[in-house]
């Protein structure tokens, strides 16, 4: 018996040392999105992360890549909207303008008029109208012709301080707007003031239509979104 604990513990030893002297080759790997199994990174050209140290887990496919830049606001830029086929972007500036650029960043129309900090901008569903909302008070409707020229419709005149938002119903007959004092207020196309919405107790930052245009949210500084 003590024989063959030798001879055991000996084979084992043996093992140990092979197995210790190897040289270890690790192969890397990328593990690819199939099914429901996360994807570590890809970038946009399927190609392979270059530092993979600090490559992103999680089941998003691709990295979001900057295709351009959109330079000419003379201060912040407080929001910026694509239009609805996706062809043009409008952004709202702390200089007072609201400015409508194509994807490849050049500048097609600038929204001139107000007389304060810009601070939301958005399409119509049917991309031929803008919204505009600001700290002077007011919100404003434009139309955007076919040639990209801007024009100033009307303004919505009815809140007490600044404007945060506005937003187009999704038949783009009415406009939603939001504001500092506390109230939503919707409007129609002419400017005409429909409803006051006085549901919050304080600051009302943002405001949106439902899909089927039937409700509206709004969120507020109150700590509530009704």
């Known amino acids: 018996m003590r024989y063959r604990s030798l001879i055991r513990n ?16 690790i192969v890397p790997f990328t593990i690819q999105q199939v099914g429901a199994v996360p994807t570590i990174a890809q970038t946009p050209n399927n190609q392979e992360p270059s530092d993979k140290e ?19 606001h003379e201060g912040s830029v407080n929001g910026a ?4 086929d996706g062809k043009l972007i409008v952004t709202a500036g702390s200089d007072s303008t609201a400015r409508v650029w194509n994807l490849s960043g050049k500048l097609v129309a600038i929204l001139q008029g107000h007389s304060a900090n810009v601070r939301n901008a958005s399409f119509s569903k049917d991309g031929q109208y803008i919204a505009t909302a600001s700290s002077d008070g007011t919100a404003r409707i434009w139309h955007l012709s076919g040639n990209l020229e801007a024009q100033y ?6 809140h007490q301080g600044d404007v945060n938002s506005a937003s187009f119903s999704p038949d783009g007959t009415k406009i939603v707007t939001a504001g500092a004092d506390g109230t ?30 039937k409700k509206i949210v709004t969120s507020s500084a109150d700590k509530t979104a009704r």
């Open 81 to 84: 909207d694509f239009s609805p």
């Open 54 to 72: 600090n490559a992103v887990t999680g089941s998003f496919v691709d990295y979001y890549a900057e295709e351009t830049q959109l330079k000419g």
């Open 153 to 158: 419709l009307v303004s919505l005149q009815g």
């Open 184 to 213: 939503a207020r919707l409007w129609d196309i002419s400017g005409k003031q429909l409803r006051e919405i006085k549901a919050h107790s304080s600051n009302v930052y943002s405001v949106n239509f439902s899909f089927d245009g």
């Open 10 to 25: 000996g084979f084992i030893a043996l093992l140990a040392f092979i197995f210790a002297t190897l040289p270890v080759t």
